[in-house]
T-cell receptor, first 112, second 106 residues
Framework: DVKVTQSSRYLVKRTGEKVFLECVQD?????MFWYRQDPGLGLRLIYF???????EKGDIPEGYSVSREKKERFSLILESASTNQTSMYLC???????????FGPGTRLTVL | KDQVFQPSTVASSEGAVVEIFCNHS??????FFWYLHFPGCAPRLLVK?????QQGRYNMTYERFSSSLLILQVREADAAVYYC???????????FGTGTRLQVTL
């Protein structure tokens, strides 16, 4: 079974802090994704990566950056956290040629 | 703008068949995906495809710009959020709907 893990289930940070959210997958998938989930807005794509050191902006990239130094790991970075980034963050991965995305359990981030 | 539309809430009685409808405005989309999401857990794929399909109690209908998820013999434990998503043939990314919360009454 594909396993996607996220480093924290809950995270509380202060406005202006730099925040790292980590995601690791164990199935050698080429593609990885970061979403945020907000009530009434569903899942919105922030960034995705289709290979090591490659990244593409999703629908709401503003205020975020990403890093993909190794195939199994995809990091989401909030350079200066703001209260409107309080949300549930979900990571997913997908094999190239496949169409199913496998999700992690999410990190609930609260920015005070 | 590429968007996927689904109702915010659907209510059903236990034992009934419930239908959750989804339609989209995604250019050249042809694959639909239905995910189940319990809070605190990873979203899980239920059914997918570019034609009508079934996986256990979950049926998916397919039209060019819409799909429905039908859940047979609904149970109280099915109360969760259901996401519809679609993708084009070559794009990596899925476009998700806003999610439908299923409420099940006994």
């Amino acid at each position: 079974d594909v396993k996607v893990t996220q480093s924290s289930r809950y995270l509380v940070k202060r406005t202006g802090e730099k925040v790292f959210l980590e995601c690791v997958q164990d199935m050698d998938h080429e593609n990885m994704f970061w979403y945020r989930q907000d009530p009434g807005l569903g899942l919105r794509l922030i960034y995705f990566s289709y290979d090591v050191k490659m990244k593409e902006k999703g629908d709401i990239p503003e205020g975020y950056s990403v890093s993909r130094e190794k195939k199994e790991r995809f990091s989401l970075i909030l350079e200066s956290a703001s209260t409107n980034q309080t949300s549930m963050y979900l990571c997913a991965s997908r094999r190239t040629g496949g169409n199913e995305q496998f999700f992690g359990p999410g990190t609930r981030l609260t920015v005070l | 703008k590429d968007q996927v539309f689904q109702p915010s809430t659907v209510a059903s009685s236990e034992g009934a068949v419930v239908e959750i409808f989804c339609n989209h405005s995604v250019s050249n989309a042809y694959n639909f995906f239905w995910y189940l999401h319990f809070p605190g857990c990873a979203p899980r794929l239920l059914v997918k495809g570019s034609k009508p399909s079934q996986q256990g109690r979950y049926n998916m209908t397919y039209e060019r710009f819409s799909s429905s998820l039908l859940i047979l013999q609904v149970r109280e434990a099915d109360a969760a959020v259901y996401y519809c998503a679609c993708t084009t043939g070559t794009a990596s990314k899925l476009t998700f709907g806003t999610g439908t919360r299923l409420q099940v009454t006994l």
